[in-house]
T-cell receptor, first 112, second 114 residues
Framework: GDSVTQMEGPVTLSEEAFLTINCTYT??????LFWYVQYPGEGLQLLLK?????DKGSNKGFEATYRKETTSFHLEKGSVQVSDSAVYFC???????????FGQGTRLTINP | NAGVMQNPRHLVRRRGQEARLRCSPM?????VYWYRQLPEEGLKFMVY????????ESGMPKERFSAEFPKEGPSILRIQQVVRGDSAAYFC????????????FGPGTRLTVT
């Protein structure tokens, strides 16, 4: 079945550092890909998405490119802030069943 | 436009009791999804419903769990005879169109079974 594998955390960085969180997927067909962010005690918020190969999703300084050849959707940000501290989830949307399949999440902590 | 609403936010039940979790989708959304998040894990799909219909329940445990989305009112996830292993955060998401390309999540219900 479909699956998503994320870089294991936790990840701790200093403010203004460069961030990469790796995400690879296995799927039949052509799924849409997503990054969600979860702040402490809250639900998930959609951060960005890409619906086809070579699409780049971007939002709030975060970017991720849908790479079909490497089945990857790595999340990047050039300069992180303390307020970016959260848990980040990579996910795909199954074409046939519509459900979201999530990675295990990566906890990110940014120190001032 | 109000977001997805879930209540209660926190629910404590003793083993053997019933838990009822409610989800009101965003206005205009007729597709609802339930996910479960165990501690320190990702979210796992449970069930996908449209108004009055269960579309995909492949992630639902075969016993004790049921879900509905009536013509009027919120979607309900019901867990009968809860056990400690049911302790988790339960999230509801809704989407406007079939295909669920963009799902909007509620704040979740955190169930604790004592």
């Amino acid at each position: 079945g479909d699956s998503v594998t994320q870089m294991e955390g936790p990840v701790t960085l200093s403010e203004e550092a460069f961030l990469t969180i790796n995400c690879t997927y296995t799927a039949t067909g052509y799924p849409s890909l997503f990054w969600y962010v979860q702040y402490p005690g809250e639900g998930l918020q959609l951060l960005l998405k890409a619906t086809k190969a070579d699409d780049k999703g971007s939002n709030k300084g975060f970017e991720a490119t849908y790479r079909k050849e490497t089945t990857s959707f790595h999340l990047e940000k050039g300069s992180v802030q303390v307020s970016d501290s959260a848990v980040y989830f990579c996910a795909l949307s199954d074409q046939l069943t519509q459900k979201l399949v999530f990675g295990q999440g990566t906890r990110l902590t940014i120190n001032p | 436009n109000a977001g997805v609403m879930q209540n209660p936010r926190h629910l404590v039940r003793r083993r053997g009791q019933e838990a009822r979790l409610r989800c009101s989708p965003m206005k205009g959304h007729s597709h609802v999804y339930w996910y479960r998040q165990l501690p320190e894990e990702g979210l796992k799909f449970m069930v996908y419903l449209q108004k009055e219909n269960i579309i995909d329940e492949s992630g639902m445990p075969k016993e004790r769990f049921s879900a509905e989305f009536p013509k009027e009112g919120p979607s309900i996830l019901r867990i009968q005879q809860v056990v400690r292993g049911d302790s988790a955060a339960y999230f509801c998401a809704s989407s406007e169109l079939a295909g669920g390309r963009e799902q909007y999540f509620g704040p979740g219900t955190r169930l604790t079974v004592t």
